[in-house]
């Protein structure tokens, strides 16, 4: 069950990624006031003054039962297709910088994701919080991961947890 949960995830980041098999994001900035016009913000980092946890790029995987009808309603309020394959039941659609993840069949609930290190593009940034960094600080605030990355590793790897009502957060760096 674990494996095939990975090899999901892993599927899912691919698809997202839109670059191919090597790497994987679900993304989306929050949005920063600029000149009366909103953009993408600047790369994610440590608030140094505060200490607060920036999580990264996010997005939203929906766990969907007619990927066709899903994929027809969001094309009609605005998202096109970004990356996936819907002969694998998973489509990645975006409308500026808000991402949505369709998948059929794939895992029993929403998941939200964050990714450290992408933006919303999979373009990675300069800059980030690195995905063992925020776990250790989640873990010392007393956070239950669901499962963890090797703090002692570098580059891609993920976590997962689920927030007190139940909702999967997957933190998931791909560089």
């Not at 290190?117 to 956070?143: T, Y």
Request: hydrophobic content about 40%; charged content about 20%.
């Amino acid at each position: 069950m674990v494996q095939n949960r990975r090899n999901w995830l892993m599927k899912i980041g691919l698809a997202i990624a839109g670059i191919g098999m090597a790497k994987f994001k679900l993304f989306a900035l929050p949005l920063e006031k600029n000149n009366n016009r909103f953009t993408g913000a600047p790369p994610f980092h440590l608030n140094q003054q505060t200490k607060n946890m920036i999580p990264g790029a996010f997005s939203v995987s929906l766990n969907v039962k007619n990927i066709n009808a899903s994929k027809e309603f969001y094309e009609h309020i605005g998202f096109n297709v970004f990356a996936g394959d819907i002969k694998e039941n998973y489509l990645i659609m975006k409308n500026g910088v808000a991402i949505i993840g369709l998948f059929q069949g794939v895992f029993e609930k929403t998941i939200l994701t964050f990714n450290p290190g992408w933006d919303e593009n999979a373009q990675p940034l300069e800059q980030f919080d690195d995905v063992r960094e925020i776990q250790r600080q989640l873990k010392s605030k007393g956070i239950i991961l669901m499962s963890e990355t090797d703090e002692t590793s570098t580059g891609p790897a993920s976590m997962l947890l689920t927030d007190p009502d139940g909702n999967q957060l997957l933190f998931d760096q791909h560089v």
